[in-house]
């Protein structure tokens, strides 16, 4: 049973466009949220997280939108870069553990 | 810095042999994690150990050992390889159990084949 959802599998964005990823999730346990982003053969990178008790957090060209009634959050990209064109994860943790979803694969367009 | 270091890089199994996929970090961090990518399936979590001495299952343990030899290594064993184990493997680590403002930092993966 999959508790950190991210049903889109792919994304297509115009560079200098915003991009949005999005992420549901089952777990009302989480306390905290956060955005790892994945070259190839390398390992994720951590981006930007946000705790469960807030709505949002911002990071330069990052923010984490966090919508506790909806069980839902959302990463946004502006502007887009080329180099953001990447593999994201959501990911949510409770306790010791945290907990990833399948992935989005981000394309950046020229 | 090395940060975290997984060796091999590869590594290519039969059915049924066994092998060691080794971590160290030196970050000094508490904890440390076991997970696999899977095309589709994401990261998902084999084991983890919180603190030096303690380890724990994640979602997929079966098939799997751990061992948290010290606070810098942590081990991953597969006893009996599948071909259902074939993936990348990523190693991890955190300075406190990652919550918020301690994230997980991964080594650049194993990719395991098993035939």
């Known amino acids: 049973d999959q508790q950190v959802k991210q049903n889109s599998p792919s994304l297509s964005v115009q560079e200098g466009r915003i991009s949005i990823l999005n992420c549901d999730y089952t777990n009302s346990m989480f306390d905290y949220f956060l955005w790892y982003k994945k070259y190839p053969a390398e390992g994720p990178t951590f981006l930007i997280s946000?705790?469960?008790?807030?709505d949002k957090n911002e990071d330069g060209r990052f923010t984490v939108f966090l919508n506790k009634s909806a069980k839902h959050l959302s990463l946004h990209i502006v502007p887009s870069q080329p180099g953001d064109s990447a593999v994201y994860f959501c990911a949510a943790s409770e306790g010791d553990k945290i907990i990833f979803g399948k992935g989005t694969r981000l394309h950046i367009l020229p | 810095n090395a940060g975290v270091t997984q060796t091999p890089k590869f590594q290519v199994l039969k059915t049924g042999q066994s092998m060691t996929l080794q971590c160290a970090q030196d970050m000094n961090h508490n904890s440390m994690y076991w997970y696999r990518q899977d095309p589709g399936m994401g990261l998902r979590l084999i084991y983890y150990?919180?603190?030096?001495?303690?380890?724990d299952k994640g979602e997929v343990p079966n098939g799997y050992n751990v061992s948290r030899l010290n606070k810098r290594e942590f081990s991953l064993r597969l006893e009996s390889a599948a071909p259902s184990q074939t993936s990348v493997y990523f190693c991890a680590s955190s300075e406190l159990p990652p919550r918020g403002n301690s994230p997980l930092h991964f080594g650049n993966g194993t990719r395991l084949t098993v035939t």
């Open positions: 946000i705790s469960s008790i807030k």
């Open positions: 150990s919180a603190s030096e001495g303690t380890t």
